[in-house]
């Protein structure tokens, strides 16, 4: 796998997290044989969410690309890509096959 390939699916779901978790709450990490980021939050139109240019909240910087470069990075290596909204937690999760 490419190096910066690996650094952008890090970087994009780490930073997601971060920028739409609510103010002092925990991000919540785990790596097992999948890597997950989870956060406090909610997803409205999960259908579109990885879509070129869409964003959630309008209040927020970033231009709706970085869901869109995680799903066309595991895509290219047949990784396992899930997003998901669940009791109020938003549950990224990526499947290093």
Do not use: Q
């Not at 650094?7 to 925990?26: E, G, M, Q, V």
């Not at 989870?38 to 070129?52: A, H, L």
């Amino acid at each position: 796998m490419d190096k910066e390939d690996l650094i952008r699916l890090f970087d994009n779901l780490l930073s997601n997290a971060i920028k739409y978790s609510k103010p002092n709450k925990t991000i919540h990490v785990k790596l097992n044989n999948y890597f997950e980021v989870t956060n406090e939050g909610d997803i409205k139109n999960i259908k579109n969410i990885t879509k070129k240019f869409v964003r959630e909240n309008k209040n927020e910087g970033g231009f709706g690309i970085g869901l869109y470069i995680v799903k066309k990075i595991a895509e290219n290596y047949n990784f396992e890509f899930s997003i998901y909204s669940n009791d109020g937690k938003v549950i990224s999760k990526l499947t290093l096959s």
